[in-house]
């Protein structure tokens, strides 16, 4: 494994210079901030071979560091090679910082902001400041050079009755709706978000009942929903009631522009 492991991270250091780039976020979290991730949209592990539920790796050109919480201060030494990386604290030794004091002013930071809330971009440009400039990635390496990435291993919705629930989903979407206080609509993107409002239930990810998609609710009580039309059970319109919209996921981008 650790032949691997080095091996992957010479590519992507060979991408950070093809790209201008002075060094490369990892984060655990996938496109929906999930802490218990699809074995698909496992990235970290890909890159580092760390399997717990919370890190970050940072890529240099000359260095790397892993960063964990308590929680496996153990376990990552033996996972992530240590002649590879540095091993830090996920929050008393922070990525950001570690970035600001091994790079050289000026240095480009490749980011996939997919992977990180707009919170956490938005502190993380106020920390490096000036020094260092975090670029939004249009495509991620990691994406590319995992060539036996397992195909998605998605489940059928699970309809969750009302009695279950204790309310139906027309009757959250008004509620919610009313709370935009003036905004035209909200993206839900927390998986647990969406199935509690349309009350759906899934097996997409470990440890947790979700499905994955994304949601936008409009101030009028509608929904777009990106999710494969071929994983809705029958029933699943007279389910939600009427006004959710289905969209292919390959379209989010696309019809958000819209």
Not at 71 to 98: C, D, M, S, T
Not at 111 to 133: F, N
Not at 202 to 228: F, K, Q, Y
Request: glycine share 6%; proline share 4%.
């Amino acid at each position: 494994m650790q032949s691997q492991i080095s091996e992957r991270v010479g590519q992507l250091r060979e991408w950070l210079v093809s790209q201008g780039l002075d060094a490369l976020l990892i984060p655990h979290e996938d496109e929906f901030l999930n802490e218990y991730t699809p074995v698909h949209l496992e990235r970290l592990h890909w890159a580092t071979g760390f399997t717990g539920s919370a890190g970050m790796a940072v890529i240099a050109s000359d260095k790397a560091a892993m960063f964990v919480d308590g929680r496996y201060v153990v376990q990552v030494r033996k996972e992530v090679p240590g002649n590879l990386f540095e091993y830090r604290h996920l929050i008393e030794e922070p990525a950001i910082g570690w970035l600001a004091a091994n790079l050289p002013e000026g240095a480009r930071v490749g980011v996939d902001t997919r992977l990180h809330s707009a919170a956490w971009l938005a502190r993380a440009r106020q920390e490096v400041g000036a020094k260092i400039k975090l670029v939004a990635l249009q495509e991620n390496p990691v994406d590319t050079y995992w060539l036996d990435r397992p195909a998605a291993s998605t489940s059928q919705v699970q309809l969750m009755s009302t009695e279950l629930a204790g309310r139906n989903s027309a009757d959250k979407r008004a509620q919610i709706a009313k709370l935009l206080d003036g905004a035209d609509a909200v993206m839900l993107t927390a998986l647990d978000s969406i199935c509690w409002l349309l009350n759906i239930r899934g097996d997409d990810a470990p440890h947790t009942p979700i499905v994955l998609a994304h949601a936008l609710l409009h101030s009028d009580s509608t929904v777009d929903l990106w999710i494969e039309e071929n994983r809705l059970p029958q029933g699943f319109a007279d389910h939600v009631g009427e006004g959710v919209r289905i969209h292919s996921p390959e379209n989010l981008a696309e019809n958000l522009s819209a």
